[in-house]
């Protein structure tokens, strides 16, 4: 028997899911290990000891987390105790950064190892976190082969693991049996509407998305939508949008790739989902929208010319992207309409 613990920090969806994944695999082979640590619900299904949910922390961009001082700096002192009270053989850091590199200095100074699995994008924007990363962190462990180097170059030990999604992505069902579940039979065109994992992103994407999917409908009324839901996200609050909208629009949680399996176009909120939709090599447009001061800090911040991630990857535009004042649901549903 393990006598291992290690703390997981997951601040957002993604996170949770990886951290799920990779807590499975730390109990597979370090049978009576202890995990706690922030996550969701995926975490602490797997057995681990979730001191502080995901719910209340998700943040897109500086505006956010003025909103949410008090809960950062409680999940902060939390954690801080915990280190200190009974700290843990590593700390594993998913992501997050503008938490966790606060975490990952607590750590250190407690002579606790940090591991950052999945790291902050250095190479799309803030390329300064390296530094605090070659202070505070024990060892990256990278999900893209062109990281490797970054992090080789500042003198950081890394390791190259792959993109988790390639192990955690399943389709559960086929394309007939999925409708029938989703009581979608009579569907003839499929449209995802993926407005993001925070509470934040559903702000300003929804209402985005209802406009391009009425004028979507108006064209082609046999169209129907679908949102794969992110397990973070208020019920209430985005079935508020679909009902007010009156369109067939189906909320499936659970069930994420599955859906993306039976979609004929997604509409995408720059993010990790971009990257999901790509596996399957469905078509699809990418938008992106935040308030001013997040917008006009994050092109300063910026080093690359594109947000969504495949676009990134693929040094080139290879999926349409629209941001912020560029949006227009008129040119974003003539996309669909037209593909």
Known sequence: MSNLKFLIIAGEDSGDLHGASLAENIFKYEHGAHISGIGGQRMKACGVDILFDIKSMGLMGVTEIFGKIRIIREALKKIEEKLINNPPDAVILIDYPGFNLKIAKIAHRLSIPVIYYICPQIWAWAPNRIKKIAAWVTKVIVIFDFEKKLYEKAGIPVEFVGHPLLDTIKIETDRETALKYFNMEDAKRVVTLMPGSRMSEIKYHM??????????FEKLPHTKFIIPCASGIDMEILGGYIIKSGLPIRVIKGKNYDV?????????????????????EKPMIILYKTSFINWFLSRIFMITP?????????????????LQYEINPKILAEHVILT
Do not use: H, M, R, W
Request: glycine share 6%.
């Open 207 to 216: 209402p985005i998305l209802i406009q391009t999917a009425k004028l979507i």
């Open 260 to 280: 993306l399996n039976v979609s004929d176009f997604s509409i995408v909120a720059s993010g990790t989902a971009t990257l999901e939709v790509a596996y399957f």
């Open 306 to 322: 594109y947000f969504g991630l495949v676009n990134i990857l693929a040094g080139e535009e290879i999926v349409p992207e629209y």
